[in-house]
């Protein structure tokens, strides 16, 4: 449909060729329509009046308006340091009104004993609020339109500044795109649900979140176009999900056989835990439904994901099927054959392992009994997908770890056979609730919430810099008693501060500190060769070294029982789950283990929440769950890349949970009646929705740090 909104933004008057440029390539903006969707930020409410205690108290004020009288003022200093200062002050505190070079203009207009309004960017210095170049106005008679109105910052980076792309002129453009185009925005969404939500209309939204006439209408135009997004988004995703039911049936494993039975009453060596327990009746229901199973098994590290995946296999294997199971490398598709494979040689299950590294003639094997139907268990890497290789009647598959996974490369796997197979995807990553509701939208979610009973859970301390000695300490004793320790440093970067240890000054400092030949150090960090790391890492494996030096590489796959105690230095530089998943590589043998959090003295409110949920909590959901309130979903992912995948311009996953939960129930109710979208009344949605369902919505979840 061609409109005014897909106009290039080049034709902005304004903008022209060069900015638009810019604004293409940097902010993904093209046409008319996705500037109108490029929202502020924040607002700046020049309708408050700040006190001078609230603005030096609130942190999260950038810019404010204070009204204060003046009490005296002069130019103090000398040369370059030569400034202009105002000492003002109302009735909670005083101020600084600071000018480097002020001009005539200023000197001239202020009074001493006069009251001002001075708004600009607040900051503390020696205890005293100060503001640099405020900007003045006299109360009431000085108030412009301007100074009494609320508007909205664009956000903006350094070039796009440079190319006079700022918050000002993004600003002037959008005034002009809305005089344009506003008597053509159409609602989108259906009568029935602006009524029963009492929503504002999408014109009047998109004018208040540029231009707020008021408070009250910026926060309804917000939670329309919150509302909104999170709707279309949902109802895509449930969406999909009617579609695949509607289309196929699922594989019918019909009843529980020989085989499952045998594995539970001879091969295991431990009760299953309640959760377990539950997942596997979870799973036994959906592939007795007749519906094709999608299901996400999350569970932290060590909850036993392994068993519970094994048993459903044994099921599919029970009713005439092949299963797979595939993990993203392959050393963990090694491991997994060697714990799965000589449990079901015991009970006549026949299992192969696949892997790019597996010799041709053996791999002729494979093929065979794989077509043949000899081949029950199929366990490997991305060698499973790849087109040549073919199942006589593949019924379930496992995919570990599915962060590494993209949903083309599962759709991959289903394409195996004529029916799809039943899937589960298995993973230790948690994934907040309204992350995977959004996500993995499609796919039902069972939780392992409970660990194999007699673990330990890891103790977890947090010191200041100022008490390594005592921790030095701490490390002494365990090594006495014969355990090992890991030290973590936060990345090596060229371009981060000097203040930030690095590993290698923490290798020395930590040599020196425990001096050889008594104790022997490695160091692993991602910039050595990998034949360098390897050999640290199997040194320390060995037991030949009682101390690791490391930075987060050693998040992925190292598995030291003996390793009890894990420092992390500069813990505050670290994202919750990232702390959690380095926790998680001690507590892996019966000893008690310990976590050990260092940071500077001076933290960050948001560092010191960090530190108090790692001490306070083990639980990987409730984690996961505080990260993302506490950075947000942007930064969960470390790049607006990734932001933009799921292409949420103003909904927020973590603070706006609450509206996603609502509006999941909203979608549900829609398609209960509806199922396809296909009925007049949900035509505008229908058409939302096809929109959005050309855009991919996976997410690649190792990159959550
Ligand atoms: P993950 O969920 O990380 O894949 P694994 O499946 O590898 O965990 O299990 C971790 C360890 O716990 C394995 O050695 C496994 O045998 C053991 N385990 C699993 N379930 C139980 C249980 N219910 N009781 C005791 N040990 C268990
Ligand atoms: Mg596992």
């Known amino acids: ?45 020049r309708t408050r009046i700040y006190t001078v205690r609230e603005a030096m108290t609130d942190e999260s004020l950038v810019l404010v308006q204070i009204k204060v009288r003046v009490e005296r003022m002069g130019a103090v200093g000398e040369g370059a340091r030569r400034r202009f200062v105002v000492v003002a002050r109302d009735a ?99 009568g029935y649900i602006i009524e029963r939500f009492g929503l504002l209309g999408r014109r009047e939204s998109l004018v208040n979140i540029h231009f707020p006439q008021s408070a009250e209408l910026l926060s309804k135009a917000q939670y329309r176009l919150k509302f909104e ?23 019918v494993f019909a009843s529980v056989g020989e085989k499952f039975n045998r594995y539970y009453n001879e091969c295991l060596e431990f009760d299953l835990t309640g959760a377990q327990k539950r997942v596997v009746r979870e799973v036994r229901a959906d592939t007795r439904s007749g519906r094709q199973m999608n299901r996400l098994l999350q569970g932290d590290v060590g909850s036993g994901k392994t068993v519970v995946g094994l048993m459903c296999m044994l099921l599919a294997v029970d009713n005439g099927y092949q299963a797979a199971m595939m993990a993203p490398t392959e050393i963990l598709a090694s491991q997994h054959y060697a714990s799965v494979a000589p449990q079901c040689e015991k009970i006549g299950v026949k299992v192969a392992l696949l892997t790019g590294s597996t010799k041709r003639g053996e791999r ?33 598959v496992i995919i570990d770890e599915q962060h590494r996974f993209g949903v083309i490369q599962r759709s991959k796997l289903w394409t195996k056979n004529e029916v799809e197979p039943h899937v589960l995807v298995m993973t230790a990553t948690p994934i907040p609730r309204t992350l995977a509701m959004t996500v993995y939208g499609d796919l039902d979610v069972s939780v392992i919430d409970e660990l194999p009973p007699g673990r330990k859970p890891v103790k977890t301390l947090h010191f200041f810099d100022n008490r390594r000695l005592q921790v030095f300490g701490f490390m002494r004793d365990q090594i006495d008693k014969g355990r090992q320790v890991y030290v973590v440093y936060p990345l090596v970067k060229e371009s981060e501060k000097m203040d930030y240890k690095n590993v290698e000054d923490g290798y020395e400092s ?57 420092v992390i230095e500069s813990a505050e530089r670290f994202g919750l789950s990232q702390l959690h998943q380095l926790r998680g590589r001690v507590g892996r043998g019966a000893e008690q283990s310990y976590c050990i959090l260092m940071t500077g003295n001076k933290l960050s409110a948001d560092g010191r929440k960090r530190m108090e949920a790692m001490v306070r909590t083990t639980d990987g959901f409730e984690l996961s769950e505080l990260d993302l309130k506490l950075r947000g979903y942007g930064d969960l992912e470390g790049t607006q890349q ?23 129930g909203v979608a549900e109710a829609i398609l209960e009646e509806d199922e396809l979208l296909a009925s007049d009344k949900n035509s505008r949605l229908l058409e939302a929705v096809r929109a959005s369902d050309n855009k991919d919505k996976t997410i690649d979840f190792s990159r959550i740090s």
């Not at 412009?144 to 600003?171: D, F, H, P, W």
């Not at 050999?535 to 029982?561: C, D, L």
């Not at 292409?647 to 949970?657: E, F, M, P, T, V």
Request: aromatic share 8%; glycine share 8%; no cysteine.
């Open 510 to 566: 930590i040599v020196r500190a425990f001096p050889p030949p008594k104790y022997a150090t490695v160091i692993v960090h991602g910039q050595m060769k990998p034949q360098d790391k390897d050999y640290g890492m199997n040194v320390f494996k060995r037991g030949h070294a009682h101390i690791m030096v490391a930075t987060s590489v050693i998040e992925v796959g190292v598995n030291v029982p003996n390793a009890t105690v894990m």
């Open 642 to 664: 990734s932001g933009n995948m799921l292409d949420l311009k103003i909904a927020s996953l973590g603070r706006d949970s609450e509206l996603l939960q609502m509006v999941r």
């Open 92 to 190: 909670t505190g005083y101020v600084d009104l600071i000018w480097f070079n002020a001009a005539k203009w200023v000197t001239d207009k202020i009074e001493v004993g006069r009251e001002y309004i001075a708004f600009g960017r607040p900051s503390i210095y020696n205890g005293m609020l100060s503001m640099a170049h405020p900007e003045l106005d006299i109360p009431m008679t000085g108030a412009s339109k301007r100074t009494m109105s609320m508007y909205g910052l664009y956000s903006s980076t350094e070039r796009l500044n440079r190319a006079g792309v700022t918050s000002r002129n993004i600003t002037r453009w959008m005034g002009k795109l809305l005089e344009m185009t506003s008597s053509h925005i159409e609602e989108t969404l259906p």
């Open 1 to 45: 449909m061609d409109s005014i909104f897909s106009s290039d933004i080049k034709y902005l008057p304004g903008v022209g060729q060069g900015k638009a440029a810019i604004i293409k390539r940097d902010l993904d903006i093209h046409t008319y329509g996705d500037l109108l969707q490029f929202y502020p930020y924040r607002y700046i409410d």
């Open 364 to 396: 002729r094997e494979i093929d065979e009994g794989l077509r043949s139907g000899e081949i029950d268990i199929l366990i490997g890497t991305h060698a499973l997908i790849e087109d040549s290789v073919k199942f006589a009647n593949l019924g379930f």
């Open 229 to 251: 997004e999170l709707l279309i988004l949902q109802l895509s995703i449930l969406r999909q999900r009617n579609v695949r039911v509607v289309r196929g049936s699922g594989l």
